[in-house]
């Protein structure tokens, strides 16, 4: 049974940082890309950055290019959203996802990934 479960949301300030992480398990992590969605109400959820396989890989929303940084660590299972400079439009639930696709393939639309966990509630104060 596949399990992604993230943590490390919560209520920052405007400006302020959060580290999500996102454990794995009943799956060959290391074998598949990995996503980072953000989802508001009303809303679909929306791709804010991927990883390849191996981490030498990445890709960013325009929204959070220079801000936010994926990366992941396959001994631990764990994929990671470091998010700096944060902003009030920040404010949302993030979830972790995986794509069986190809281990190179990094897609943003919400419907290539297969697994994902049940979120992490973000939410910046102005």
């Known amino acids: 049974q596949v399990q992604l479960v993230e943590s490390g949301g919560g209520l920052v300030q405007a400006g302020g940082s959060l580290r999500l992480s996102c454990a794995a398990s009943g799956l060959a992590f290391g074998r598949y890309p990995m996503g980072w969605f953000h989802q508001t109400p009303g809303k679909d959820r929306e791709f804010v950055a991927g990883i390849n396989w191996s981490g030498d890989s990445t890709y960013y929303a325009d929204s959070v290019k220079g801000r936010f940084t994926i990366s992941r660590d396959n001994a631990k299972n764990t994929v990671y959203l470091q998010m700096n400079s944060l902003k009030p439009e920040d404010t949302a639930i993030y979830y972790c996802?995986?794509?069986?696709?190809?281990?190179?393939?990094?897609?943003?639309?919400?419907?290539?990934?297969?697994?994902w966990g049940q979120g992490t509630q973000v939410t910046v104060s102005s």
């Open positions: 996802a995986a794509t069986t696709l190809p281990p190179n393939t990094v897609p943003t639309e919400s419907r290539a990934y297969r697994y």
